[in-house]
């Protein structure tokens, strides 16, 4: 039997996989003190989410800990390095929220195209701005994916039957998997910004990829296709920390950009009156792309499973740091 640490939260059918596999299960949150404090010691696992962190000095008073679990897809939240060399494997459930963060992509494209949340405002506010709310289609323009990995290839699939052209950036994919989804894939994300008028972030979170939108690319953004003025348009539901949000408001406030939706921030909460939220052509949701109830289940039965084979010393295939791969 092993003790596992449920700090962020999980669906109930993933903690009743954990206890019928004869596990012990604590839920509940732990304070980051407490984390230096050498919490963990009494653990041999820990699933988390995105709001434990687990740096290397946490990670080093956690004596007795083998197996960190990341209930989700983004493992940034947590040190790596660190766990492999302390003989910690890292496993994710990269699978089981796509369908949700596509979907929460699409809403978002289509909710700035069409002025969903400023109308919605305006009609709180008792004002009634039809003249002023045309919109655009997203048929017939260029979607670029900063990234092309399973989201991104839901979130084309859905594009292209809105009629949308893919383009992606992704240096590390394979030419033939972008041509077998009908994606013109770009060797430099220059050339995606200088092509595309919608651009979709859908990349992790790394030194490379910190800032990779910023002032100077959203300015080669051409603001139109076909002979229509659509404007520029950006959306993030992956990480916060790639899109330079300071950059994103400058860019809104002159009109560079014409409307962004994150989903993700490089804070998080957002401290308060933060700006970039309160410009009339932003809209954004608080890191809710994987909630949903059939994600949170599907998360949570991917992650107990691949925890429960951690701990019989297998090798789950949703194993992340490098240290246990070869």
Same mark, same amino acid.
């Given at each position: ?132 709310? =045309? #919109?655009?289609?997203?048929? /017939? ?7 092309? $990995?399973? &989201?991104?290839?839901?979130? %084309? @699939? ?66 139109? =296709? #076909?002979?229509?003025?659509? /404007? ?7 990480? $916060?920390? &790639?899109?330079?949000?300071? %950059? @994103? ?78």
């Amino acid at each position: 039997m092993a003790r596992i640490a449920v700090t962020d939260g999980m669906d109930k059918s993933a903690i009743a996989i954990l206890e019928k596999a004869g596990h012990d299960v604590s839920i509940g949150y732990i304070e980051e003190d407490d984390l230096l404090n050498g919490a963990l010691k009494e653990f041999d696992a820990i699933i988390v989410r995105s709001a434990t962190k687990l740096p290397s000095d946490v990670i080093e008073v956690s004596q007795g800990l083998s197996v960190i679990g990341r209930a989700g897809v983004g493992v940034d939240n947590i040190d790596l390095e660190s766990a492999g060399n302390a003989g910690i494997m890292v496993v994710n459930a990269p699978n089981a929220s796509t369908q949700s963060v596509v979907e929460l992509t699409i809403g978002h494209l289509l909710s700035s195209l069409r002025h969903i949340p400023k109308s919605d405002r305006g009609m709180r506010d008792d004002k009634w701005e039809k003249k002023s709310m =045309k #919109g655009t289609e997203l048929s /017939g323009k260029c979607l670029g994916l900063i990234g092309f $990995g399973r &989201i991104a290839q839901g979130v %084309a @699939l859905v594009a292209k039957s809105l009629g949308m052209e893919i383009h992606t950036y992704d240096p590390y994919l394979p030419p033939k998997v972008a041509k077998a989804q009908g994606a013109y894939l770009h060797k430099k994300v220059d050339s995606l910004f200088k092509t595309c008028t919608h651009i979709s972030i859908h990349c992790n979170l790394t030194e490379e990829t910190h800032h990779l939108v910023n002032a100077k690319r959203m300015s080669m953004m051409p603001g139109k =296709k #076909g002979g229509i003025q659509c /404007g520029n348009h950006i959306v993030n539901c992956a990480r $916060g920390g &790639i899109i330079d949000e300071g %950059a @994103l408001l400058d860019a809104l406030e002159d009109g560079t950009i014409t409307s962004a939706a994150l989903d993700v921030f490089e804070i998080e909460p957002l401290p308060k009156g933060y700006k970039l939220v309160q410009h009339e052509n932003f809209h954004g949701t608080p890191h809710i792309g994987a909630a949903t109830l059939e994600a949170q289940r599907r998360v949570g039965i991917d992650i107990a499973n691949a925890v429960i084979m951690a701990l019989s010393g297998k090798k789950p295939e949703t194993l992340v740091n490098s240290k246990f791969l070869n």
